[in-house]
């Protein structure tokens, strides 16, 4: 079983009218109904709750953390964004959601600005599936459509992706690297750029296939967790 968290700041839905018709359970029940597998085990968190709902315990307990925060990035404590810092080091996976691209756990992970160029503008995007053989992409076309959504423009100010697997076109011409990974420590990281609060994003087919099989990627765990420190030596160091 895959551990799932899926966290949302849930402050647009409770106090925007159009952005809770859209999401009336809020974005994080969206997608933890969308990506529902049998082999996942989805819980929700949330801003309000004590420790925003991330104490050490679950986080201990999570695979794969996703987020999805925009007013509330500065209402995240530090001791909270060190804490899933540290998980996802450790070898927690962490899926990052459209405006989470300014969370402060991003921009630490990422050590830029992540600054982009942004506009609502009721807008069809266009994303191409540039890295076919990811698993990331399993399912995919070669590209697939939302009809409205808010424009993000390059440049988007991250550290070069160690892969890219996705690229957005707008209907007004920017173009938007919008899915990429990275690797920090033991951990595994993909930020995923579509999501906009006002749009039903997060019932698109594809926007949920691209998100479990990001949940399935970040998961998969590697080696042993290596070892830091003063070591003795594996065979016998000749005297000389
Ligand atoms: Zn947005």
Redesign the pocket.
């Known amino acids: 079983m895959i551990r799932v968290l899926v966290w949302n700041e849930n402050m647009h839905e409770r106090t925007d009218e159009e952005v809770q018709k859209v999401y009336p359970e809020g974005i994080h029940s969206a997608i933890a109904q969308g990506i529902e597998h049998e082999d996942f085990e989805v819980q929700t968190a949330t801003l309000e709750q004590p420790e925003h709902g991330l104490t050490q315990e679950i986080l201990d307990n999570t695979d794969v953390l996703i987020w999805w925060g925009?007013q509330g990035h500065h209402m995240v404590a530090d001791e909270i964004v060190n804490r899933v810092h540290q998980r996802v080091l450790d070898g927690m996976g962490l899926i990052v959601l459209?405006?989470g691209h300014f969370s402060k756990i991003f921009k630490k992970l990422m050590g830029t600005s992540c600054d982009l160029k942004?506009r609502?503008a009721d807008e069809k995007e266009r994303i191409w599936v540039v890295n076919p053989a990811h698993p990331i992409a399993a399912g995919l076309g070669e590209y697939f459509e939302l009809e409205r959504e808010?424009m993000?423009g390059e440049h988007f100010d991250i550290p070069a992706p160690d892969e890219l697997i996705l690229v957005s076109w707008f209907e007004g011409g920017e173009v938007f690297r919008s899915g990429c990974t990275y690797h920090r420590g033991n951990g595994k990281i993909f930020y995923f750029r579509p999501?906009?609060?006002?749009y039903p994003t997060f019932y698109d087919t594809n926007v949920l296939k691209v998100i479990s099989n990001g949940v399935r990627w970040a998961a998969l765990q590697g080696a042993a967790k290596p070892v830091y420190g003063n070591h003795k030596p594996l065979e016998k160091i000749k005297l000389k």
Do not use: I, N, Q
Not at 195 to 198: D, M, T, Y
């Open positions: 925009h459209h405006s942004w609502e808010e993000y999501g906009h609060e006002a």
